[in-house]
Structure formats: C-alpha cells, structure tokens
C-alpha cells in the first residue's frame, strides 16, 4: 500500500510564509505524480498544484501561481509545497496526493486521477 505523510501546516499571519511536506512511503510506493489541493470550510475541495516526479512539468491554479511554489526531493520521496505572500482566503485543510499514473499536464488538476490521499494538515491566514 501507500502512504502519504503530511507536515507543515500551522496559523501564519497575512503575508507570513509555510512550506508543507508529503512524503510518501509503502510497499506499492512509485514516484509518478503527486498534487496538491485543499479544501476551505463549506467548499468543494480544489486543485492548488501537481508534479511528476520525472522531468520538469509542474502546474498550478491560477489562484496560487507566482505565491506557491512545488519542488521535490526524490532521494527522500518527499514533495515541498513552499507557500508565501499568504492570504486569509488561502485558510483550509491542504492535501497531497499520488497518482498511480504519470499523468499528462491537462489531468493533472482532475482529483479523480489520484489514488492515495494524505491525512490533510490545516493551513490558518489570520492576524
């Protein structure tokens, strides 16, 4: 099976930076495609970003892209989403996922293509 362990979250100030971890271990464990979404109280739960563990291609939600920022380390099977110039509207619970597939850019925001979901870790924006 897969695992998939989160870290990072935690209350910032508007402005303030976090970088959150997901490192992902198990039998069945392959460095394809991992994602990162979130869900805020009372929505649905969006896209925020996605990698493939192989090569360079990295997308992100229009709503994040220039302040998030995704890296890896695949010595250690460890996705980065690194967060600055954070906003109260960027409050929710953050969740990394694993793709069995290497999914191709246009799939990667689709939730349904990911297989293994982290426990999720609380992301709060407030002064």
């Known amino acids: 099976q897969v695992e998939l362990e989160e870290s990072g979250g935690g209350l910032v100030q508007p402005g303030g930076s976090l970088r959150l971890s997901c490192a992902g271990s198990?039998?069945?464990?392959?460095?394809?495609?991992m994602g990162w979404f979130r869900q805020a109280p009372g929505k649905e739960r969006e896209f925020v970003g996605a990698?493939?563990?192989?090569?360079?291609?990295?997308i992100y939600a229009d709503s994040v892209r220039g302040r998030l920022t995704i890296s890896k380390d695949n010595a250690k099977n460890t996705g980065y989403l690194q967060m600055n110039s954070l906003k109260p509207e960027d409050t929710a619970v953050y969740y990394c996922?694993?793709?069995?597939?290497?999914?191709?850019?246009?799939?990667?925001?689709?939730?349904?293509?990911?297989?293994?979901w982290g426990q999720g870790t609380q992301v709060t924006v407030s002064s």
């Open positions: 996922a694993a793709s069995k597939l290497n999914l191709i850019a246009s799939s990667m925001s689709n939730r349904q293509f990911y297989d293994f």
């Open positions: 990698f493939r563990w192989s090569g360079t291609t990295t």
């Open positions: 198990g039998r069945t464990w392959t460095r394809n495609t």
